[in-house]
């Protein structure tokens, strides 16, 4: 930010018994050396606010074109709905929020985050990209009576959702301690292929991700957004 040049000088008053031409002419020398004072403070002013108008006045711009070419690819209200799923959009976080019923007897809640990794893919076309990004996912599903619960960890990629861990929540005394189980790999693959049916049976399948993968997409769109148009009001304020 510009700073502000201030000069400070010590003056010596003497009382003088002078002729009264004299003092005016001090007085007129005085004013011209006071002018003069203040044009060389108001250029030197002048001189360090310019860089700081400069310097706004392009971050004002530059945020401006960026936030006009992300709203050209940035819908202008994500849906609140998913199949049977209720999508809950939380402005500011790095997660999404989607409630569900199955059978009028099971509660589920799937809990996703913002993008948290990517791996490489060998492609074809140059223009292509080359990864894969990726999202977890925590899915809840309970039958509202305050028993047990059952806890999925997955990874969801573009084109399918992989399971990684299942818990057994066990609810006491409004808290719940986690049974932990083995590594989903390392069930038999009969039990594995019955969670995956019992997961889909419920919505949670390769649709579903590519869903949350479209929507995180403009999720993180929309979040710059705001973090754009928050900075602008900084700076022009």
């Known amino acids: 930010m510009a700073g502000f040049i201030r000069t400070f000088q010590t003056s010596h008053i ?3 018994k002078t002729p009264s031409s004299l003092v005016g002419a001090t007085l007129r020398n005085s004013r011209s050396a006071s002018l003069d004072s203040g044009r060389r403070n108001s250029s030197a002013e002048a001189i360090t606010e ?3 108008s400069h310097f706004e006045s392009n971050i004002l711009r530059i945020l401006g074109n960026e936030m006009d070419y992300l709203a050209e690819y940035t819908p202008p ?3 609140t709905r998913f199949n049977s799923f209720v999508v809950e959009e939380r402005p500011g976080e790095q997660v999404v929020v989607m409630m569900g019923r199955f059978d009028d007897r099971e509660d ?3 809990e996703a ?3 948290d990794g990517y791996e490489h893919v060998p492609v074809q076309d140059s223009s292509a990209t080359n990864v894969r990004l990726h999202l977890s996912l925590v899915v809840d599903v309970s039958k509202g009576d305050g028993g047990n619960e059952l806890e999925f960890v997955c ?8 399971v990684e861990k299942v818990y057994i929540l066990r609810h006491k005394q409004m808290s719940a301690r986690p049974y932990l189980g083995p590594d989903f790999r390392s069930l038999n693959p009969k039990v594995q292929e019955k969670f995956r049916e019992y997961l889909d049976a419920r919505g949670i399948n390769h649709e579903l991700s590519a869903f949350l993968h479209h929507y ?3 999720k993180d769109r929309i979040e710059l957004l705001r973090w754009m148009d928050r900075l602008k009001s900084f700076v022009e304020n």
């Open 216 to 218: 995180m997409m403009n």
């Open 113 to 115: 985050t913002m993008f």
């Open 50 to 52: 310019s860089p700081k």
């Open 14 to 16: 003497w009382k003088w």
């Open 108 to 110: 589920i809640k799937v």
């Open 77 to 79: 209200q994500q849906p």
């Open 155 to 162: 990874s969801a990629w573009p084109d399918c959702l992989d």
